[in-house]
């Protein structure tokens, strides 16, 4: 659709290299933010389940797309790259800098692509939302997270984009480009359809406010345009989800898929249910024990002004039509993820991202409102601040608070807990004959990812979910406080006397895998004394210059 043919080199709207050389400060923040420290953060159950799936690509080459949690094949694709790049083959090659790095990468593309707002927002609305894109707390913490959402996100600002330039240059090349970008974003994500039908329904509601206003209605898509936009999609889709037709079963469960999400979102068997305002609490105003306030609020107020900016008298380098077609998209993706029961924190960045391209058309506006040099100062202090404010937000939530449950941001983390029982394993199997092949028995009917995770590197570990009678008892057990009755009656009152095997405990305190989830750990005494005797030897040994 389109009205009317838009100049790039029209004033206020063309990119030049002064103005890219501008665009580097929210991009080198963006940077900043996102890659330093990608090891630090415990991984959270989610993640460790995407690294599994990544695992098997990366190992056999294939990857088979599941009904159930999994998501779209073109995270684990994008992942070959960086894992190539160590030289990884295996699965316990890789580490999280290997995974992070990604969607790191995807966070800072991100902000870096809203330059190529400048011919339909101008220079000063994209320059704004570079730069809260580049400091939102929540777009930097889950930048860092090993999910889709990130990468979801920034395929569908592509998305945008190229339906943009197709609207000035009305050519086929930015057809199909648009239709490729929609095709990797279904590849990704399965909230592609709300986010496309919600691009639909801004799309037709602007037609019928500028019918309504009696302006010139919008030109409809030539059909040759709409079917080579509908097949690029399509052969990327396919491609992805058939793991480039190895595996032509997972097309046909990318569909089936929805039965499930569809079930699951309208809030069916699932603890993630919370109400229509959820995402506004974290966003405008989060605080828990005592730990300090976090606020997106400036954000949210600059996209309500942003949003009736749009429908006001037409500025001479921003184009009507996008920005209002912003405006209704965005409003539309707050009211139906809102309406959604079922919702996880980073759900919210398909909208927020929205809400920052409308913030900085909002920032803008005003700047622009305010004609005295004192005024247009301060209004320019209080963004700076207000950016400040973010970043240092942003700063926080992804490096002091990063595991913390006073993060808003934080949604049912592993705690920094997991670091202990690693570390108490490695040190259990440097005492063992077999090293990490040593046996290890996890019992419980608890969900324990991340651990897997976690214990990749010890092949010899046995999952079960109840205490075996028959099975020979492992030299190191970890094992949930349910299931503690059972295994002490397996380990002291199965056994005849005399063949009873001693077990100690390896933590010294309440170990918690992730909230409300308690982890016991237990070695035979054995092991837990060859483990002392060695610690003891090494440490008692002379640094290595007195013994020369």
Known sequence: MHRE????????????????????????????????????RPMHCDEAVHAAKFGVLL???????????????????ATLLPASFQGAARYTDINEKTLRVVPAAAGVMLVAAHIFLIP??????????????AVSPAMVYYSRYFIHETFFVLLTF?????????????????????????????????????????????????????????ETTLRIIPGRHLVLAAAAGVLIAVAFFSSFLSHPAGI????????????????????????WHYYLNLLLYFREYGGPVWTEGVIVALAAVGGVAAFRKNRPDMHPDVSRFLALFTLLMVVVYSAIPYKAPWNLLGFLHGMILTAGIGAAWLLRRLRRPAARSAAIAFLAAAACHLGWQAWACSFRYDADPRNPWVYA???????????????????????????IQIISREN???????????????????????????????????????????????????????????????????????????????????????????????PRDARH
């Open 448 to 542: 324990l990812w991340p651990l897997p995770w976690y214990l990749r590197r010890f092949p010899a570990v046995r999952w079960w979910n109840g205490v075996s009678d028959t099975t020979p008892a492992a030299p190191v057990i970890l094992i949930t406080p349910d299931m503690e009755p059972a295994l002490v009656r397996r380990l002291y009152e199965a056994p005849p006397p005399g063949q009873r095997e001693m077990y100690v405990s390896i933590f010294d305190r309440y170990v918690e895998l992730r909230p409300q989830v308690e982890l016991r750990g237990y070695a035979a005494k054995w092991l837990w004394d060859a483990r002392q005797h060695t610690e003891a030897a090494t440490d008692d040994r002379p």
């Open 252 to 275: 046909v469960d990318s569909v089936l898929a929805y039965r499930s999400y569809l079930w699951r979102g309208t809030g069916h068997e699932t603890w993630h249910v919370h109400p």
């Open 120 to 133: 339909t927002i101008g220079f000063p609305a994209a320059f704004c939302a570079a730069l809260l894109a």
């Open 413 to 439: 983390h592993t705690g920094k807990d997991v670091f202990l029982i690693v570390r108490q394993l490695e040190g259990l199997a440097r005492a063992h004959p077999d090293r990490s092949a040593m046996d």
């Open 5 to 40: 043919q838009i100049s790039p080199s029209s004033r206020g709207r063309a990119i030049t290299g002064r103005r890219a050389l501008v665009f580097a400060l929210p991009v080198l923040l963006a940077s900043l933010l996102r890659f330093p420290l990608l090891e630090q």
């Open 158 to 214: 592509c998305a945008l984009l190229s339906a943009f330039r197709y609207s000035r240059s009305r050519t086929a090349v930015w057809a199909a480009v648009t239709g490729l970008c929609l095709g990797l974003m279904y590849a990704t994500k399965e909230t592609a359809v709300i986010v496309c039908a919600c691009m639909l329904a801004a799309g037709l509601l602007l037609m019928a406010v500028k019918k309504a206003a009696g």
């Open 59 to 77: 190992e056999q080459g294939k990857y088979e797309y599941s009904t159930v949690d999994y998501h779209g094949p073109t995270l684990y694709y």
